[in-house]
C-alpha cells in the first residue's frame, strides 16, 4: 500500500515534494508524519511543463480566474459556456486540423460519454485489446456488439473485420448499421505508437469509421506538437472522430472532441458529457489556450518548439541509456512513455521503496491494470527534466536495477565502458 496513493505537496515539477508516511500494522493504515521527501518526478504526465508556473500561462489563468471564478457552477447547455469554451474549440479543431471541436471538463468521461452517443444497438464497435478503460467503460455503455483485435496488429484487425462484416449480426445476420475501430495514438501502459497509416488503409478498405484517442500523443509528439498522425505523416482527414485530453501535454483538465461540423453538432445535443456534465472550469479552459499559444509560438517567444524538441530529445535519450544498461523497456522511439519491466508482482515493492529512498518518485503498475505476471513501472518524462536530472535517474534505476534483478538482458562490455565513459564526461560538463 506504501508504494501506491502517495499524495503530494507541490506542483507536478521536474521536482515533487512527496508527503513522507508510516505505518504500525504492516501497511493495512498509513498515517502522514507532516513531512516531506523531495523527489526527482519520473511518474507524472507533465510532458511539455506546463503543469508548473509559467511565466506565460500562469498570469492569464490567474486573470481568467479573478474574471469567471473557478467554475461555471452549470453545464454547457445551460450557463456554462463561456467565450473562453467557445475559443478553445476552435483553437483545437484548428490545431488537429478538424472542422469544429468540442470540449469536456474530464478525460474519461470524454471516451466513456462520446461513444455510447455515436453508437448503439445493431453496430459494432472492434477495440484494440489493450485500450485504455475509459474506452472499454463508452464501448461497454453504448450497447454495442464489441470485439477486440490484437494490440497494435493491423493484419488481425482486417481478418476480424473482413468476418464481422461477412457474418453481419448475431442471429439475423443483417449488416451492421456502423462500424467503428478504436485505437490510440500513444498506449499508456505500453508506451507503443499506433501503427495508424496501415490501420486506417484497413479502415478505409471495408469502409468502416476510426475513432482515435490522442490522450498521450496530441502535444507530446510531432515536429509542431499535433500528435501521432504529424508524426506518422497520416492525414487528418482520415480519421473520422479525434479524441485528446488535456491533461497530460497541456498542464490542465478536461478532453476534446474533434470531428466534422454535423458530428460535433450531433455531439453537443445527445451526449451526457455535454447535456449534464458540469463545464470545464475556466481557469482550466485558460490555461489550454495558453498553452496552445506556447506550442504555437503565438507567445512571441520560440519556448514551445523548444519544449517539443527537449521532450523527444530526453525520451530518446533516456529509452536507449535504459536499454544500454539491460532493462527491458516497452515502446517506440519519439515515446514520452517507457514501462521497465518487472514482471514479478514482488518486485513492486522492492523497486519502488529502493527508488523513493534515493528521492526518485515513480509509479509502479500492477494487476488489474496489467495482467498479473507483466509488473511494470511507468516512467514519464517531461521537457522540464534537465540532462542533470537523467543522469540522476539513470544512475539509481541502474543502483536499484541490480539489487532487484530487473535487467534481463546483459549489457555488452564495450556498450558498458563506453555508457561509463560518457557519463562521467557529462559530470564533468556540468560541474
Known amino acids: 500500500m506504501d ?14 515534494d512527496v508527503t513522507e508516511r508510516y505505518s504500525n500494522d504492516n501497511n493495512k493504515t498509513l498515517f502522514r508524519t507532516g513531512k516531506t521527501h523531495k523527489c526527482l518526478n519520473l511518474g507524472s504526465y507533465n510532458y511539455l511543463g506546463f503543469a508548473s508556473a509559467d511565466e506565460y500561462c500562469t498570469p492569464r489563468v490567474i ?24 475559443e478553445l474549440e476552435e483553437l483545437v479543431a484548428s490545431f488537429v486540423g478538424k472542422p469544429a471541436a468540442t470540449v469536456y471538463g474530464m478525460g474519461f468521461a470524454t471516451n466513456s460519454t462520446t461513444l ?26 453504448s450497447g454495442s456488439r464489441i470485439t477486440v483485435f490484437q494490440h497494435n496488429t493491423p493484419s488481425h484487425l482486417e481478418e476480424v473485420l473482413r468476418e464481422a462484416i461477412a457474418e453481419g449480426q448475431p442471429r439475423t445476420h443483417r449488416p451492421w448499421k456502423k462500424i467503428i475501430v478504436v485505437v490510440e495514438g500513444i498506449y499508456s501502459m505500453e508506451g507503443e505508437l499506433c501503427k495508424l497509416p496501415e490501420i486506417v488503409a484497413v479502415c478505409k478498405k471495408y ?17 509542431t506538437g499535433r500528435g501521432i498522425c504529424e508524426l506518422l505523416g497520416v492525414d487528418t482527414s482520415d480519421i473520422d472522430i479525434m479524441m485528446g485530453t488535456f491533461t497530460k501535454s497541456f498542464g490542465s ?32 479552459v485558460q490555461q489550454v489556450i495558453s498553452a496552445l499559444n506556447v506550442i504555437l509560438g503565438e507567445d512571441g517567444s520560440n519556448r514551445g518548439a523548444q519544449k517539443l524538441a ?6 530518446n535519450f533516456f529509452r536507449s541509456e535504459l536499454q544500454k544498461m539491460g532493462c527491458e523497456v516497452l515502446g517506440d522511439h519519439d515515446s514520452p512513455v517507457m514501462p521497465i519491466m518487472l514482471y514479478n508482482p514482488a518486485k513492486i515493492p522492492a523497486f519502488s521503496r529502493e527508488c523513493f529512498k534515493r528521492n526518485i518518485a515513480v509509479v509502479t503498475v500492477a494487476f488489474p491494470a496489467t495482467p498479473l505476471l507483466l509488473s511494470r513501472a511507468r516512467i514519464c518524462l517531461s521537457a522540464s527534466h534537465t540532462k542533470e536530472d537523467l543522469l540522476k535517474a539513470l544512475e539509481v534505476i541502474s543502483e536499484v536495477g541490480d539489487m532487484v534483478h530487473i ?12 555508457e561509463e565513459q560518457w557519463q562521467q564526461n557529462e559530470r564533468k560538463k556540468l560541474s
Not at 453508437?119 to 485489446?129: R, T
Not at 527537449?310 to 525520451?315: C, K, P
Not at 535487467?407 to 563506453?418: G, H, I, S, T, V
Open 116 to 141: 455510447p452517443a455515436l453508437i448503439g444497438k445493431g453496430g459494432l464497435i472492434i477495440s484494440d485489446s489493450l485500450n485504455h478503460s475509459s474506452i472499454v467503460a463508452g464501448a461497454r455503455a
Open 3 to 16: 508504494c501506491f496513493n502517495r499524495p503530494i505537496a507541490s506542483a507536478p515539477d521536474a521536482w515533487i
Open 63 to 86: 486573470e481568467s480566474l479573478k474574471k469567471f471564478s473557478p467554475s461555471t457552477c452549470s453545464s454547457r447547455v445551460d450557463a456554462g459556456t463561456t467565450v473562453l469554451h467557445k
Open 310 to 315: 527537449r521532450i523527444r530529445e530526453n525520451s
Open 207 to 223: 469502409k468502416a469509421y476510426i475513432y482515435l484517442d490522442e490522450a498521450h500523443s496530441i502535444g507530446a509528439v510531432g515536429k
Open 407 to 418: 535487467k534481463y538482458f546483459p549489457r555488452e562490455p564495450e556498450k558498458q565502458l563506453k
Open 253 to 284: 483538465c478536461g478532453g476534446y472532441i474533434a470531428g466534422s461540423k454535423d458530428l460535433i453538432k450531433y455531439l453537443k445535443a445527445v451526449s451526457p458529457g455535454h447535456l449534464y456534465a458540469t463545464a470545464m472550469s475556466p481557469p482550466a
